[in-house]
């Protein structure tokens, strides 16, 4: 357990270092949101390869994979060619000459944390006693379903709302959206609990309900 968990912080590190770099010389530190799904699926195919195959890291590993680069892809097409996001812009300025460490520390570095913390679920799990597919870890990949639904059903409802020049300034009240006010973050937050469901199946999976949680907590705040 403890050579999955190092050697997937190793990976994290080595692609928050290597994004940070070219941020640097880009000026942009937006390319950072591009590699925060993918940096999960980077975590669970370092388990994998880690572990000896079994049929529950090869679960986790599937939907981590489809969910992380759904969204990866996603941000890139929605990004592209649209400059600095205006929140590290104001970060640049409050920070001035020294932004390019800083932004390793806050930026890249608080990041690369949190998706070690957050994948907790998939690192644990991956060396685990039990490996067999018990009704929890069903019941989680049917979450992570609704889930993964909800938020590219969402994701592609507002991208087209925002399209039609006919809305700007409006409030998006149909479709998921009339539902629950950002189905993405509700889809994001299934996801996780699902994923995090197919490792509770297993022992010591349970232990990593926090993760879960926090990763919900980000997208509520």
């Not at 060396?127 to 889930?147: E, F, K, T």
């Not at 973050?185 to 996780?192: I, L, P, R, T």
């Amino acid at each position: 357990m403890g050579s999955v968990v190092l050697s997937c912080a190793i990976a994290v590190a080595v692609l928050m270092v290597g994004t940070w770099a070219l941020s640097v010389r880009l000026a942009n530190v937006s390319i950072v949101d591009l590699v925060w799904g993918l940096a999960f699926v980077v975590v669970a195919h370092v388990a994998r390869a880690v572990v000896d195959p079994n049929p529950r890291i090869d679960l986790l590993t599937a939907l981590v994979t489809i969910w992380g680069f759904r969204l990866s892809g996603y941000l890139l097409w929605r990004n592209w060619g649209t400059g600095e996001d205006k929140r590290y812009v104001a970060m640049r300025k409050r920070s001035g000459d020294k932004y390019w460490w800083f932004s390793l520390i806050q930026v890249f570095g608080l990041q690369g944390v949190l998706v070690l913390i957050v994948s907790l679920p998939v690192q644990l799990t991956a060396a685990a006693d039990d490996v067999a597919l018990g009704p929890v870890a069903w019941l989680g990949a049917a979450v992570w379903l609704v889930g993964f639904v909800f938020e590219t059903v969402g994701d592609a409802q507002l991208a087209r709302f925002k399209a039609n020049p006919e809305n700007s300034g409006q409030v998006m009240d149909t479709g998921l959206w009339r539902y629950t006010r950002h189905p993405n973050y509700f889809g994001d937050a299934c996801v996780w609990w699902g994923i995090s469901l197919v490792a509770f199946d297993a022992w010591p999976g349970i232990l990593t309900v926090l993760s879960p949680v926090v990763m919900t907590w980000l997208l509520a705040k």
